[in-house]
C-alpha cells in the first residue's frame, strides 16, 4: 500500500508562490506535533481520568467568574503560544473544571464516567465523521442502526420501528412533536402552521421543560401546550388528561399529540403508560414517551415494570447517556412508524450529498431522516459500552443505582434532621435536612422559609470545599430540597453514607 | 486535601444487602480499568492519528456495507467482552473508518486534523460537562464567551452581540429563523403561528438546504420560503431579491428575513451583502448571513473583502469546525442584538436548574439562551486551537488553504482532460474530467450525458483503491463535476498534482 500511493509528484519541487504564501511545504503536519499530543493525553488520563474519579480528589475547585478570569487569560491574541504554556493551559482547565466522572458528583443526570464509552469517545473524536453518509462513516452509520434496533427491542417493538441519534432529549423531544404533526397532517411541512387549525398538545406539569421550548420553537406556541395535573408522587393523572383534551376539543382546537414522562426531571416519577396510551387510542393522539431519564429501567428485568405500556408508543426518546453513563451527548429518538415517516418528515433530498448514482445501496445513507447535516455518532461510544459489559452489565448498573438510591432512603428515613419527600422509584432521591437550630421548631410558613434557604447555603459551602456536588431546588410549593441523582458505577453505599455525614457537616450550625 | 475527604465512613463496613445486590463495593471503577484506557488510547492515537494522517496509508479501507457488517460483528449481546476483545474492535473500528482528517480527503467541509484542537476534545470528552451553568462549567463557560466575542470582533461588531454554540450549522440556521420572527413578533413565542399572518423569508437557490429544513420544522412551511436566483457564479442577485420581497407583499404575507450565504456549499459563493443589507434596511427584514464555510475568511486581510457588510448583519453562523479545523461541531450562532432577544426568545426559566438563589453572578448561567438542555462546550477546542497558532496562525492557514485552490485550478486549467467550472474564490474547486475517449467528441447533449457519469466511476475506483476522497455531484443542469474542498493544514502544491494525477490515472480508460 505504502509504495502504490508514494508517488514521484510528492517529491519536492521548485517552490510556488501563489497571493504571497509559498506553497510547497504543509503549513502543519500533525505527525511534527504528535509528541504534543502524547505528552497533554497523558497529562489528560493522569488528571482528568485517573485523579478525575478518585474518590480521594475533590469533585471541584471552585473560583467565582472573575478570578477565573484571570487566572485562565482567556484573551485570544495574534501570536500563539508555545507547547509547553499549552499544556500548562490544559492542567489549569481541567484543574478548575467540575468532575462530572467523580463519584461525588450527584449534581446531574449524567454523572459518572466509564471506560469504554470514554474510549469510543476518543475513537470518535480521531475519526472526526459526520453521520449522514456511509461513504464518508461506514463504521457510524452500521453501529447506530445496530444500537437504535436493540434499543427497539427493549422498548418492546419488534419488527417495527426506526430513530435516530439526536444532539439532546431537547432535541429528541423536538422531534417528536414534528413527526407527530406531520403524522396528523404532512401539509404542514410544506404550507406551514398558518394554514392549519390551532394544534395543541399534553403534557404533564412535571415534564422536561424542552416540552414548552419544543413547542414555540416549532411554531406552535407555548399557550398550546396544556399542562396535567400531577398526582404527589409526580405521575400524571390520566382523568386530568382526558379532561384537558376534551377541553381543547370543546374550544375548536386540534389536539395531536400526548407527551408522557418515564422519569422525571426532579422527581424521577414515571407516569402510567398504558392509561395514558388508553386514551391517546380513544382521541387518536400522537403517544410521545420521553424516557430520556428512565428509559435505562428498560434494561433492568426487575424494574422494566416503571415502563410497562411503552410498547404502545408512536415515539420514544431515551438518553444512555444519563443513567448508562455513555457521555454527554447519547440520545435516541425512535419511533415506531416503519415506513419512512421519519424521512419523509424531515427530508430535503440535497443532490451534492445524497446523490442517487453512488455504487453502493443508498438506503444506507441515513442522514436525510436528521434535521442536522453534520451530525456526530454519538451511539457508538454506547455500541462499545454494551459491547464491553453486555446487556447483563448495565442491567447490574441500573439495579444497583437504583438500591443504593432506596439504602439512601432508608438511611434518611433513620437519621435525625433529614426528611424525605417521598420513596424513591428510580434513582432521585429528593429529601430535605434540618439544621439542630429548626429541628424543635413547628411547621409553620416561617420553618419553610428557614428552611428554604438552608440547601442553597449547604450548597455553596460543599463546592467551595470541594467534597461533594448535589442539586437542590424550589418545586411546586415546596421549598428548596435536595435532589441526589445515583448513577455512577463506581459508588457504594459508603457514598451514600457519606452524603448524609457531609451535609450534616456543612450544615449543623445553619 | 486527600485526608480531608477521606471520611471513616469509607471504611469498609458489613455487607448491605438491597433488592438483591450488595451495595458495599463499586460495580466498576474506573481506576481497575485504567490500563485498559492507556492501551486503547495509545492504539487509538497512533491508527488514528499518526497513521490516519499519513500521506503514505489509505484514506478508506472500503467495505461494502454487508460485508462489513459481518467484519464488525454489531450484534449486542447479553454478555460482555474482556479487554482484548474491546481492543482488537478499536483497531478494526479505526480500519474500517474514512480518514477525515487525512491530507488527501478532500471530500467534505471539516477536512483535516489539528493537534491543539483535538488535544482540546480530549478535555471535553473526559471532563464531560454540560455549558447550562457555571456551576458545573465554569471554564467552558468562560471559554465560550472569550471565543464569541472575538468573533463578533471579526464580524464587525465591537460594544454589540450575543450568541450561543449549536450542534450544527442547521441548528444554527434554525436559531436565525426563530429569533428573526421573534423580532418581529414577540407573541409568536407564546401564540403559535396560527395565530398570524403567512411570514415568508428569503435565499438564494444556492444556500444550504438546512435552511429549506428549518422553514419545515419550524412551521413555517417550505413553499415559504421564496428562492432567489443566483448569478452564473452562485452569488444571489440583489434585483431578484427585490423582486421576491415585493411579489410576497403583493400576495399579502409577511416578508420577515433574508438568508445570505457566506461560502456556498457547492460553488463556494459569497452573496453580495452589503447591497443585499440595503434592501433588508429598506424593506425592514431581519439579515442572516450563513457563514458557516465561509466565515473564516473574516480572519484574512487578504480575503476578508469576500464578507464586506456582514457586519450589518442581524445574525451570523459560523462554523469553525469547518475550514478551521476546531473539529466536529464547533458552530457560533451570533446576534447583533445585546439587549437579551437570545435569551428572551428561547428561556424557559426552568428551576430546578436557573435557581435565582445562587452564590454567584448568575448571570454565567447562559443555558436558557439554547434550544438545548445539555450541550458540549464545542468553543473550548477551537478556544485552545486559537491560543496555540494565533490570530496570524489561523489567517496564514486560511490564505494557504485559499493559495492552494487557485493552484489547483491554474494547474486545471493547463492540463488536457480537465475543465474548470468557475474560477475559485475560496476553497472549493469545481472541475470535469474528461477522459481521452470524450476529448474530441463535441458538446452535445450525449458529450454531457457521459461526462455525467465519468465521476461516479472514478470515485469509485478511488475509494476502492483508497487513495482520496473527494466529491461530485450535479449541480442545476450541470452533468457531475468533481468539487475539491481544500482545507487541511497539511497540504502542499504536491498533493493538489496527486489529485489530478490521480483523477487521470483513475479515469483515462473511461
Known sequence: MRESLCHSNLVKRDAVLVNGMYLNGPTLDIKTTYKFVEDAVSLILDEAVRKGTDILEKVCEWQPPEKLKEILDLELREGGEPHSKILKRCQDVIRYSVKTGHPHFFNQLYAGMDPYSLVGRFIIETTNPSLYTYEVAPVFVLTEDAVLRKMMEFVGWQEEGDGIFSPGGSISNMYAVNVARYHRCPDIKEQGLSAVPRLVLFTSQECHYSVTKAAAFLGIGTKNVYAVSSDERGKMIPAELEKQVLRAKAEGACPFMVN???????????????????????????????????????????????????????????????????????????????????????????????????????????????????????????????????????????????????????????????????EPEYANVCFWYIPPSLRKMPESKEFWEKIHNVAPLIKERMMKKGSMMIGYQPHGGRANFFRQIVISPQLGRADMDFVLDEIDKLGKDL
Chains 1, 2 share one sequence.
Open 260 to 422: 408522557a414522562t418515564s422519569g422525571t426531571t426532579v422527581l424521577g416519577a414515571f407516569d402510567p403508560l398504558d392509561e395514558i396510551a388508553n386514551i391517546c387510542q380513544t382521541h387518536n393522539l400522537w403517544l410521545h414517551v420521553d424516557a430520556c431519564w428512565g428509559g435505562a429501567a428498560l434494561l433492568s428485568r426487575r424494574h422494566r415494570h416503571l415502563l410497562k405500556g411503552i410498547q404502545r408508543a408512536n415515539s420514544v426518546a431515551w438518553n444512555p447517556h444519563k443513567m448508562l453513563t455513555a457521555g454527554l451527548q447519547c440520545c435516541a429518538f425512535m419511533v415506531r412508524d416503519k415506513t419512512g415517516l421519519l424521512q419523509r418528515c424531515h427530508s430535503a433530498r440535497a443532490s451534492y450529498l445524497f446523490q442517487q448514482d453512488k455504487f453502493y445501496d443508498m438506503n444506507y445513507d441515513t442522514g436525510d431522516k436528521s434535521i442536522q447535516c453534520s451530525r456526530k455518532p454519538d451511539s457508538f461510544k454506547f455500541w462499545l459500552l454494551w459491547k464491553a459489559v453486555g446487556t447483563y452489565g448495565l442491567e447490574e448498573r441500573v439495579n444497583k443505582a437504583i438500591a443504593l438510591a432506596r439504602y439512601l432512603a432508608v438511611e434518611i428515613q433513620r437519621r435525625e434532621g433529614f426528611r424525605l419527600l417521598m
